[in-house]
């Protein structure tokens, strides 16, 4: 099984500025997928961003791109030009690379833009 | 629009009674599965299915039972066996296209409470 360590319970970030929330992880597996999920308060997950273990290059989409170190098996979402809208829930997740799909999520990290 | 369907969105039990959760997809997923989640947690597998007439016993299945009769289909029984039902409950679902990602997409989810 993967286990996914978030260590930010919460984090501030003034509206515009960049914020780096962390995720480590832990697997065996040779293969593996890294994502990331934002959670509003009403309480839908929404998928930001992917990261493939083999993938040689840092994700990016739009604003978030995913800091991937392989071999300190870390995968940090960075969110640049922070928006109110972003205050929300962020979970680290991973799979085991294969078509069984299932995530094993860390406990997330509370995000809160200021103006 | 495409999406996955949860309902209700709140729901209240009473003691030692079953209630049934909802969720359905038009996204022509093969693979579905339901997460329980507690305050200050993260997401925690209960069961899932990757295709019709099949499912495996996730990571808390006790005192759960489900059933996927439909491929759009994947209904979450709490049963009176589930001693501390309180917790957001969301489904997911994903295709299971080998060689590609997989991106579990999600319901809004459904709030349950005891009475």
């Known amino acids: 099984a993967q286990k996914i360590t978030q260590t930010q319970p919460g984090m501030f970030v003034q509206e515009k500025e960049a914020v780096t929330l962390d995720c480590t992880y832990d697997t065996s597996d040779p293969s593996y997928g890294l994502f990331w999920y934002k959670q509003p308060s009403s309480g839908e997950m929404i998928f930001l961003i992917y990261?493939?273990?083999?993938?040689?290059q840092n994700a990016t989409e739009g604003r978030y791109s995913l800091n991937f170190q392989k071999a300190r098996k870390s995968a940090n979402l960075v969110i640049s030009a922070s928006q109110l809208g972003d205050s929300a829930m962020y979970f680290c997740a991973a799979d085991r690379g294969s078509t069984l799909g299932r995530l094993y999520f860390g406990r997330g990290t509370q995000l809160t833009v200021w103006p | 629009d495409g999406g996955i369907t949860q309902s209700p969105k709140y729901l209240f039990r009473k003691e030692g009674q079953n209630v049934t959760l909802s969720c359905e997809q038009n996204l022509n997923h093969d693979a579905m599965y339901w997460y329980r989640q507690d305050p200050g947690q993260g997401l925690r597998l209960i069961y899932y299915?990757?295709?019709?007439?099949?499912?495996q016993k996730g990571d808390i299945a006790e005192g759960y039972s489900v059933s996927r009769e439909k491929k759009e289909s994947f209904p979450l029984t709490v049963t009176s066996a589930q001693k501390n039902p309180t917790a957001f409950y969301l489904c997911?679902?994903?295709?299971?296209?080998?060689?590609?990602?997989?991106?579990?997409?999600f319901g809004a989810g459904t709030r349950l409470s005891v009475l």
């Open positions: 997911a679902s994903t295709r299971t296209s080998a060689g590609a990602v997989n991106i579990q997409y």
């Open positions: 299915s990757q295709i019709v007439n099949d499912f």
């Open positions: 990261q493939g273990s083999y993938d040689q």
